[in-house]
């Protein structure tokens, strides 16, 4: 978004290789490599690695779920006090989607679809991808919790709560991952069943987030 003279070529070969034992990256080959401004590498006594806070709120939610939650629950309350004071239309599930969604299609589009023939085999191929993250936090697909709630309008991930939520958000950027590695669909269900229940098993036990819930 701000970086004009940003190298996507070398992004994508640093982003083929993330995830393997042997791939390895310093922040100040990032910088040389991709000609990033988002972030700043200095030797010396008074040096480091500093980064944009955008970068820095990044980092710090890819590491700790936890830290995540606190942001969006942070970005909730102060959305929801501009509504109240601009009557503004907001909703947190509508965000979070928007904010996956085209990382997801878009290695799904580009590591699926090329392979498929059939139009209809293309549209099965993203019900399928989207099912497979429903069936890896909720243990069904939106057909089977619809077919379980016949009398709910809504779907499955509007009934979900924040914890699932911010969880589904989290599973939506590791999938796009492992499709790009090019893992076969049956490992990355395993893969991302085994995240769904180490991070909501972190937030539920989370004592002091509890305290933010309304």
């Given at each position: 978004?701000?970086?004009?003279?940003?190298?996507?070529?070398?992004f994508?070969?640093?982003?083929?290789?993330?995830?393997l034992?042997?791939f390895?990256?310093?922040?100040?080959q990032?910088?040389e490599?991709?000609?990033?401004i988002?972030?700043?590498?200095?030797q010396g006594?008074?040096?480091g690695?500093f980064?944009?806070?955008?970068?820095?709120f990044?980092?710090?939610?890819?590491?700790?779920?936890?830290f995540?939650?606190?942001i969006?629950k942070?970005?909730?309350?102060?959305k929801?006090?501009?509504?109240?004071?601009?009557?503004?239309?907001?909703?947190l599930?509508?965000?979070?989607?928007?904010?996956?969604?085209?990382?997801?299609?878009?290695?799904?589009?580009?590591?699926?679809v090329?392979?498929?023939i059939?139009?209809?085999?293309?549209?099965?191929a993203y019900?399928?991808e989207?099912?497979l993250l429903n069936?890896?936090?909720?243990?069904?697909?939106?057909?089977?919790?619809?077919?379980?709630?016949?009398?709910?309008?809504?779907?499955?991930?509007d009934?979900?709560?924040?914890?699932?939520l911010?969880?589904m958000?989290?599973?939506?950027?590791?999938n796009?991952?492992?499709?790009?590695?090019?893992?076969?669909?049956k490992?990355?269900?395993?893969?991302?069943?085994?995240?769904?229940?180490?991070?909501?098993?972190?937030?539920?036990?989370?004592?002091d987030?509890k305290?933010?819930?309304?």
């Open positions: 978004m701000n970086n004009k003279s940003f190298k996507p070529i070398e994508d070969g640093f982003r083929k290789q993330a995830g034992n042997s390895t990256l310093t922040s100040k990032w910088i490599k991709t000609n990033a988002g972030l700043v590498s200095k006594r008074y040096g690695t980064a944009h806070k955008d970068i820095a990044e980092f710090a939610s890819w590491i700790s779920v936890e995540k939650l606190y969006i942070e970005f909730q309350r102060l929801e006090d501009e509504n109240d004071r601009l009557s503004l239309e907001w909703n599930q509508r965000t979070l989607s928007k904010i996956n969604y085209k990382i997801h299609t878009d290695a799904i589009k580009e590591n699926i090329p392979n498929l059939s139009q209809s085999q293309i549209n099965f019900a399928s989207a099912d069936v890896a936090l909720f243990g069904m697909t939106s057909k089977q919790w619809k077919r379980e709630n016949p009398d709910l309008k809504t779907n499955m991930r009934e979900a709560n924040i914890e699932q911010v969880v958000s989290n599973m939506e950027s590791i796009a991952l492992l499709i790009e590695q090019g893992l076969p669909q490992e990355r269900l395993i893969q991302l069943n085994k995240v769904a229940i180490m991070q909501m098993k972190s937030l539920l036990a989370n004592e987030l305290k933010l819930d309304p």
